[in-house]
Nanobody, 119 residues
Framework: QVQLVESGGGLVQAGGSLRLSCAAS????????MGWFRQAPGKEREFVAS????????SYADSVKGRFTISRDNGKNTAYLQMSSLKTEDTAVYHC????????????WGQGTQVTVSS
C-alpha cells in the first residue's frame, strides 16, 4: 500500500509558477509510475502528466505541454510537478496518483491540492 500526500498548491497570478510535490509512503515508490491529474469545478478529472518508474519517460496533456514539467526523486519518494506560465484555466484541484507497473490503472491517489490562478 502506498499513501500519497500532495503539497505546494496555492494562489498565484497568471503567468506565475508553482511547484507541486507528492510525497509517498512506503519503500516501493520506485515500482510505481506516477501521474498528475486535475479537476476543475464542474468538470471531469483530466490527465495532466505522467512519469515512468525510472523517470526516463514522461507524457503530458497538450494543454500543459511546454509549460509543466513532471519529475521524481526515488531517493526521496517524491514526485513533482513544476508549473510555469500558469493560466486561469489551470485552476483546479491537482491530484497525484501511483500506478504499479505493469498495471494500466492508477491504484493510489492523494487527497489533492488546490491551485488557483488569478487574472
Amino acid at each position: 500500500q502506498v499513501q500519497l500526500v500532495e503539497s505546494g498548491g496555492g494562489l498565484v497570478q497568471a503567468g506565475g509558477s508553482l511547484r507541486l510535490s507528492c510525497a509517498a509512503s512506503g519503500r516501493t515508490f520506485r515500482n510505481y509510475a506516477m501521474g498528475w491529474f486535475r479537476q476543475a469545478p464542474g468538470k471531469e478529472r483530466e490527465f495532466v502528466a505522467s512519469i515512468s518508474t525510472s523517470g526516463m519517460i514522461t507524457s503530458y496533456a497538450d494543454s500543459v505541454k511546454g509549460r509543466f514539467t513532471i519529475s521524481r526523486d526515488n531517493g526521496k519518494n517524491t514526485a513533482y510537478l513544476q508549473m510555469s506560465s500558469l493560466k486561469t484555466e489551470d485552476t483546479a484541484v491537482y491530484h497525484c496518483a501511483g500506478r504499479r507497473v505493469p498495471r494500466t490503472t492508477y491504484d493510489f491517489w492523494g487527497q489533492g491540492t488546490q491551485v488557483t490562478v488569478s487574472s
